[in-house]
């Protein structure tokens, strides 16, 4: 369990899926008293067709109130498990926990004349797969919390990150995953200019770090794990690299070393831009966004011809890179921790192999222009957009999207949510809706080749 | 002499909760509980379960040892508070010495009240609050033939099942005109007592002991008609009385209980009181009431618990809603909320006499549920307290509600307060 106490995990439900068909219920029923009879379900799905469809469910509260109006001690919260118990030797069918619990969690079951409630199946719920519309999952992110929680932090406190960053978040959550025997390259960025390789003689991360330039990262670090092969001792050679590093620059000796297959975990924190040195624009800076090169206003352009951001999109690096048909290729975002760490696992195990490869976009409080406080925001919206896609591939399964989005929020509500894109024209913004649409059909389109 | 932050008295329902209020958001000022009974904490209201043997005596505790040290309390037991000195922050213990405190809650609850009757200090009797009452009736019960039970409140009508079941003649004699007067009506009390007769029992409702006097097999108690019984086992279950001599010659304004504001305070600023002892506001009314029930004593306990702590999230106490829950002879029966009738108000009742079915449903005049009870018809009693506590109106759903409760509530919690 984690040093701040353990996280659990959860049913969630999506009301907006529910149709009300009622197969949970019969799933439950079914699983925890041998009949199909919804009644005596302990899940209730409520309303109506007109009304919309809700939940009654135990949700193994904190500080659970059935608990504390149990005269008997026949119910507990589980730390462990994070789920009330119930005890049937203790309990003496008093009723109370009813009369406790103000969400209907815990009932009386005519069928035994004892109360029932949520046991969440000892973490297999049965209602989750019975639900056709995927309207009930089960997340484990609280995994995460727990385990990771645990692990050595493998770089100093106090890094000189501006406040709020995504991009420290990111690399904390890296180091601590591939853990100690890891030798770290970081080209100039974000990623060493905020401390990780040192001042002064002193170095801010626990492993070996060093500090290649922009341009040679993906080569130093093929050579570095080479020899480290020739001794014959594990490690995993892991870049961390700014956008900028990766696509501009460092793309030739990135490109040479995934042709070449090394076995090497490469991962680019897509902050889209020179975020470091002044925010200067990148090749991943998408269209349309201020950066100090690509500036807003009347007589900012080339030529003193006003300026309205930048004028081409993005490139799709990540694209490019299922091109070198690599060990692995992925996209990830903070936002969504479960998929990002499911990815950093089989990107570890592919370095192994040969050469891994993974996109984490990372919103830039300073540079987008975002209260500090709305990283993770921005991080879902841009995929709740599709602005952003999570999909990951490998030679074998070809590509296929790990957390598709089905009914996308319009462009806009991405936009709107920082300062970079505040100028934009509604020309622009159809643009980049547009490029959405069009980059959703591509993804599509190999998604779907791959599957063939 | 022994100095404390945090003293809290009693260590049951109020008490424990507001030893985890107090820990949430102080976890470090020290904290000590006193209770006089010598065992870990148990509820008053598993006792019945002891008294059948159900429960087993060991198996019934609501906190151990390891809990306490946990949390960094100190708890003592077997020791009571004899007397609270408000002018200079000190309880004095039975055994004489004191302990300093900052603060004090007290969460004394009740002690079942004896009535004054002729001859009943001449004779053997049981009364069941604490384990060790529990205990010696579970040990009698197994030897009664002819057992009598004084008063037809819910801890005298636990008993009386147990005893039936045991195999003893049981009488259950009760002053008012109906047994569990005040939680359920005439027509739920009369399923109740039909269950009780049909399983042997006899019930005297209407009835006063005005006298008693040993006899050859234990007592003989005479009723105001005349007629007599005699009893090989006698169970004075009469009521209760809230726990606060140790407040005599205090300034802690006490009426009927320990009068407290809706934050738990009393009249004396650092002096809390929670549970059965305390006398809170009502829900119904501004006036304060007795409401000597489990939920009640948590809610109050936590909220006194926060307070002391002084937790920026403590919410103020909304009154008291008197709340029941009663299994008997495998049946249930089910109470939420006033069982008066608000002026212009309405009753829908609805029994089916074939499965014993029966409920009651109280509205105000503003179609605001105020009361709801079921014999045999399962509800949701806490989305009921909640519908109650919101005044929710239910002029839109009302037909449907009485119908199906349970479903009608839940949508309702699904959509308002989830
Ligand atoms: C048989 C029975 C059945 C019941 N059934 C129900 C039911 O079904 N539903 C319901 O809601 N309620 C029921 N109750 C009532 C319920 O148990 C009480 O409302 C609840 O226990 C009150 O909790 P409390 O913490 O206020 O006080 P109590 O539980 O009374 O605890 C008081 C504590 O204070 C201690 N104490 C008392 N005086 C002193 C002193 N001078 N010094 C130190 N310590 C002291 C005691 O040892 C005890 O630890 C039942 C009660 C009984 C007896
Ligand atoms: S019904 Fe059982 S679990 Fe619920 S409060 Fe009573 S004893 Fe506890």
Redesign the interface.
């Given at each position: 369990m984690g040093t701040f106490g353990g996280a659990y995990n959860t049913i969630a439900f999506d009301a907006n899926k529910c149709d009300g068909c009622g197969d949970c219920m019969t799933a439950c029923a079914t699983a925890k008293v041998g009949v199909g009879d919804t009644a005596r379900s302990r899940i209730?799905i409520?309303?109506s067709a007109d009304?919309g469809f809700?939940?009654?469910l135990c949700r193994q509260c904190a500080d659970p109130?059935c608990v504390?109006?149990c005269?008997?001690?026949a119910l507990t919260k589980n730390s462990a498990s994070g789920v009330i118990d119930w005890n049937g030797?203790?309990c003496?069918?008093?009723?109370?926990c009813?009369?406790?619990?103000?969400?209907?969690g815990i009932?009386?079951d005519?069928g035994t004349?004892h109360v029932a409630k949520c046991d969440t199946c000892d973490g297999a719920p049965a209602c989750v797969p019975a639900c056709p519309h995927d309207a009930l999952t089960y997340i484990t992110t609280s995994r995460i919390y727990n385990e990771v929680g645990d692990w050595e932090d493998l770089f100093a406190p106090g890094l000189a990150g501006c406040q709020g960053c995504n991009t420290e978040l990111l690399m904390r959550h890296t180091l601590r995953r591939t853990g100690p025997e890891t030798v770290l390259a970081t080209p100039p960025g974000c990623v060493p200019g905020m401390g990780s390789v040192g001042f002064n003689g002193t170095t801010g991360t626990k492993v070996p770090v060093f500090h290649p330039l922009l341009t040679n990262t993906a080569a130093m670090l093929a050579g570095v794990k080479r020899q480290y092969k020739r001794v014959g001792r594990e490690v995993l050679a892991l870049a961390i690299a700014g956008d900028g590093g990766a696509s501009d620059v460092g793309f030739q000796s990135l490109s040479g070393a995934a042709e070449r297959n090394e076995q090497i975990l490469f991962m680019v924190v897509d902050n889209e831009g020179y975020m470091n040195t002044g925010m200067q624009r990148s090749s991943c800076t998408p269209y349309g966004a201020w950066t100090s090169t690509t500036p807003v206003g009347q007589g900012t352009g080339s030529g003193g011809m006003p300026s309205q951001g930048k004028t081409q999109d993005a490139k799709n690096l990540p694209l490019i890179m299922v091109n070198h048909r690599c060990e692995y290729v992925a996209t990830a975002s903070t936002a969504y921790m479960e998929d990002l760490y499911d990815k950093l696992d089989k990107a570890i195990a592919a370095s192994k192999r040969g050469f891994a490869y993974l996109h984490v976009y990372s919103p830039c409080t300073t540079g987008w222009r975002f209260p500090t406080d709305q990283n993770m925001e921005v991080a879902r919206k841009a995929v709740e957009t599709n602005f952003v896609m999570l999909w990951e591939y490998n030679p074998a399964d070809g590509l296929h999207f790990t957390r598709p989005v089905d009914d996308p929020l319009p462009v806009t509500e991405y936009l709107k949510a920082m300062g970079r894109f505040r100028h934009l024209s509604e020309d622009q913004i159809s643009h980049i809706q547009g490029k959405v649409v069009e980059n959703l059909a591509f993804v599509k389109q190999m998604a779907h080749v791959a599957k063939a | 002499m022994e100095q404390t932050k945090y003293l809290v008295v009693g260590s049951s329902h109020a008490a424990l909760e507001a030893v985890t209020a107090i820990r949430m958001h102080d976890p470090e000022g020290s904290l000590t509980l006193l209770t006089r009974d010598p065992h870990l904490p148990y509820s008053p209201t598993v006792l019945p379960y002891v008294v059948s043997g159900r429960s087993a005596p060991d198996g019934i505790f609501l906190r151990d040892e390891k809990f306490f040290a946990t949390l960094g309390v100190q708890l003592k037991r077997g020791t009571a508070l004899k007397a609270l000195h408000v002018e200079r922050n000190a309880a004095e213990l039975a055994d004489g010495s004191e302990i300093a405190y900052e603060k004090v809650l007290l969460a004394t609850g009740a002690s079942p009240a004896i009535p004054p009757i002729p001859g009943l200090d001449q004779v053997a009797y049981h009364v069941l609050r604490t384990l060790d009452d529990a205990t010696k009736l579970n040990a009698a019960i197994k030897n009664s033939k002819r057992a009598v039970v004084m008063g037809a409140g819910l801890v005298g009508m636990h008993a009386a099942e147990n005893l039936v079941k045991a195999g003893a003649k049981v009488t259950i004699v009760e002053m008012a005109k109906q047994l569990t007067d005040g939680y359920f009506d005439a027509t739920a009390a009369g399923l109740i007592a039909k269950a009780f007769t049909d399983n042997g029992a006899t019930i005297l409702t209407g009835s006063r002991v005005v006298k008693l006097a040993s006899s050859a097999i234990g007592a003989l108690l005479t009723l105001e008609n005349g007629t007599t019984l005699e009893a090989d086992l006698l169970l004075v279950a009469t009521g209760v009385k809230p726990n606060m001599e140790y407040l005599a010659g205090s300034q802690v304004e006490h009426d009927r209980g320990i009068l407290v504001s809706d934050t738990m305070q009393t009249s004396v600023a650092n002096v809390w009181s929670a549970g059965d002892c305390a006398q809170a506001k009502g829900f119904y009314t501004d006036a304060k009431i007795m409401n000597a029930i489990l939920p009640d004593a948590t809610e109050q306990g936590r909220i006194a618990g926060m307070a002391m702590a002084e937790d920026p999230g403590l919410k103020k106490y909304p009154g008291g809603v008197p709340l029941n829950t009663y299994h008997f002879f495998g049946r249930h029966a089910i109470s939420v909320g006033s069982s008066k009738v608000p002026e212009g108000g309405e009753v829908v009742t609805r029994f089916d006499e074939a499965s014993g079915r029966y409920l009651k449903a109280i509205f105000s005049a503003d179609n605001r549920l105020t009361g709801i009870y079921g014999v045999n018809e399962f509800f949701d009693g806490g989305v009921m307290c909640q519908l109650i506590l919101r005044r929710i109106d239910l002029s839109p759903v009302k037909g449907r509600f009485l119908a199906e409760p349970m479903k009608v509530g839940r949508e309702i919690m699904s959509k308002t307060w989830r």
């Open positions: 209730q409520v309303g009304d809700e939940l009654a109130k504390t109006v005269p008997a001690a030797d203790k003496v069918d008093c009723l109370l009813t009369v406790g619990c103000a969400y209907a009932a009386l005519a004349g | -």
